[in-house]
Nanobody, 133 residues
Protein backbone atom coordinates (compact mmCIF):
# COMPACT_ATOMS: atom_id res chain seq x y z
CA UNK A 1 0.00 0.00 0.00
CA UNK A 2 1.36 3.36 -0.97
CA UNK A 3 1.71 6.37 1.26
CA UNK A 4 1.58 10.13 0.73
CA UNK A 5 3.29 12.55 3.10
CA UNK A 6 2.30 16.19 2.92
CA UNK A 7 4.14 19.26 4.12
CA UNK A 8 3.57 22.98 3.92
CA UNK A 9 0.37 24.85 4.52
CA UNK A 10 -0.25 27.27 7.38
CA UNK A 11 -1.68 30.75 7.67
CA UNK A 12 -1.46 33.64 5.24
CA UNK A 13 -3.23 36.90 4.60
CA UNK A 14 -5.55 37.29 1.64
CA UNK A 15 -3.59 37.86 -1.54
CA UNK A 16 -0.61 35.93 -0.22
CA UNK A 17 0.97 32.66 -1.31
CA UNK A 18 1.58 29.22 0.15
CA UNK A 19 3.27 26.07 -1.06
CA UNK A 20 2.27 22.48 -0.39
CA UNK A 21 4.39 19.41 -1.02
CA UNK A 22 3.41 15.77 -1.30
CA UNK A 23 5.95 12.95 -1.32
CA UNK A 24 4.88 9.49 -2.43
CA UNK A 25 6.27 6.16 -1.35
CA UNK A 26 5.25 2.59 -2.07
CA UNK A 27 3.53 3.44 -5.35
CA UNK A 28 4.61 2.20 -8.78
CA UNK A 29 7.46 4.60 -9.51
CA UNK A 30 6.12 7.41 -11.72
CA UNK A 31 3.22 5.31 -12.93
CA UNK A 32 0.39 7.15 -11.22
CA UNK A 33 -1.47 10.43 -11.22
CA UNK A 34 -1.45 12.65 -8.16
CA UNK A 35 -2.95 15.94 -7.14
CA UNK A 36 -4.71 18.11 -4.59
CA UNK A 37 -8.21 18.13 -3.19
CA UNK A 38 -9.93 20.43 -0.75
CA UNK A 39 -12.43 19.91 2.05
CA UNK A 40 -13.99 23.11 3.32
CA UNK A 41 -14.73 23.83 7.02
CA UNK A 42 -17.89 22.23 8.31
CA UNK A 43 -17.76 19.43 5.75
CA UNK A 44 -15.52 17.08 7.69
CA UNK A 45 -18.27 14.45 7.79
CA UNK A 46 -18.56 14.33 4.02
CA UNK A 47 -17.28 11.36 2.11
CA UNK A 48 -13.76 11.58 0.74
CA UNK A 49 -15.38 11.22 -2.68
CA UNK A 50 -16.96 14.65 -2.15
CA UNK A 51 -13.66 16.46 -1.74
CA UNK A 52 -13.20 19.17 -4.33
CA UNK A 53 -10.60 18.28 -6.95
CA UNK A 54 -8.37 21.31 -7.54
CA UNK A 55 -5.46 20.22 -9.70
CA UNK A 56 -3.84 16.96 -10.79
CA UNK A 57 -0.83 15.80 -12.76
CA UNK A 58 -0.18 12.42 -14.35
CA UNK A 59 3.05 10.54 -14.98
CA UNK A 60 3.43 12.17 -18.41
CA UNK A 61 3.24 15.65 -16.90
CA UNK A 62 -0.29 16.31 -18.16
CA UNK A 63 -2.24 18.53 -15.79
CA UNK A 64 -5.87 19.27 -15.11
CA UNK A 65 -7.08 22.35 -13.21
CA UNK A 66 -10.42 23.30 -11.75
CA UNK A 67 -11.69 26.60 -13.18
CA UNK A 68 -11.69 28.09 -9.68
CA UNK A 69 -7.91 27.89 -9.38
CA UNK A 70 -6.69 28.36 -12.95
CA UNK A 71 -4.15 31.13 -13.18
CA UNK A 72 -3.52 31.18 -9.43
CA UNK A 73 -2.48 27.61 -8.51
CA UNK A 74 0.35 25.72 -10.20
CA UNK A 75 1.25 22.07 -9.78
CA UNK A 76 4.64 20.64 -10.61
CA UNK A 77 6.19 17.25 -10.17
CA UNK A 78 9.70 16.01 -9.42
CA UNK A 79 9.75 12.56 -10.98
CA UNK A 80 13.05 11.60 -9.38
CA UNK A 81 11.73 12.34 -5.92
CA UNK A 82 8.14 11.10 -6.52
CA UNK A 83 7.00 14.44 -5.15
CA UNK A 84 4.59 17.09 -6.36
CA UNK A 85 4.39 20.72 -5.35
CA UNK A 86 1.40 23.03 -5.30
CA UNK A 87 2.07 26.75 -5.50
CA UNK A 88 -0.99 28.74 -4.42
CA UNK A 89 -1.00 32.45 -5.23
CA UNK A 90 -3.52 35.24 -4.71
CA UNK A 91 -5.21 33.25 -1.99
CA UNK A 92 -8.70 34.24 -0.94
CA UNK A 93 -10.34 33.74 2.47
CA UNK A 94 -12.71 31.15 1.01
CA UNK A 95 -9.66 29.01 0.24
CA UNK A 96 -9.36 28.22 3.96
CA UNK A 97 -9.74 24.46 4.19
CA UNK A 98 -8.01 21.15 4.67
CA UNK A 99 -5.99 20.27 1.59
CA UNK A 100 -5.39 16.63 0.79
CA UNK A 101 -2.93 15.08 -1.60
CA UNK A 102 -4.32 12.10 -3.47
CA UNK A 103 -2.87 9.61 -5.90
CA UNK A 104 -4.13 6.73 -8.00
CA UNK A 105 -2.15 4.45 -10.36
CA UNK A 106 -5.19 3.68 -12.49
CA UNK A 107 -6.44 7.16 -13.41
CA UNK A 108 -5.41 9.89 -15.83
CA UNK A 109 -5.00 13.43 -14.49
CA UNK A 110 -8.48 14.62 -15.47
CA UNK A 111 -10.07 11.40 -14.18
CA UNK A 112 -8.33 11.72 -10.82
CA UNK A 113 -9.48 15.31 -10.33
CA UNK A 114 -13.11 14.47 -11.05
CA UNK A 115 -13.36 10.99 -9.53
CA UNK A 116 -10.86 11.32 -6.62
CA UNK A 117 -8.63 8.35 -5.69
CA UNK A 118 -10.36 5.01 -6.03
CA UNK A 119 -9.89 1.55 -4.59
CA UNK A 120 -6.20 1.46 -5.50
CA UNK A 121 -5.57 5.07 -4.59
CA UNK A 122 -4.19 6.71 -1.49
CA UNK A 123 -4.65 9.94 0.46
CA UNK A 124 -2.24 12.12 2.38
CA UNK A 125 -2.87 13.13 5.99
CA UNK A 126 -4.18 16.60 5.15
CA UNK A 127 -2.73 20.10 5.45
CA UNK A 128 -4.56 23.00 7.01
CA UNK A 129 -4.58 26.27 5.08
CA UNK A 130 -5.99 29.42 6.68
CA UNK A 131 -6.39 32.61 4.69
CA UNK A 132 -7.27 35.66 6.76
CA UNK A 133 -8.68 38.99 5.65
Amino acid sequence: QGQLTESGGGSVQAGGSLRLSCAASGLPHNRYSMGWFRQSPGKERESVKDREGLVTIDFRGNTDYADSVKGRFTISRDFEKDTNYLEMNLLKPDASAMYYCGADPGLEAFELRILTPGTHGVWGQGSLVIVST
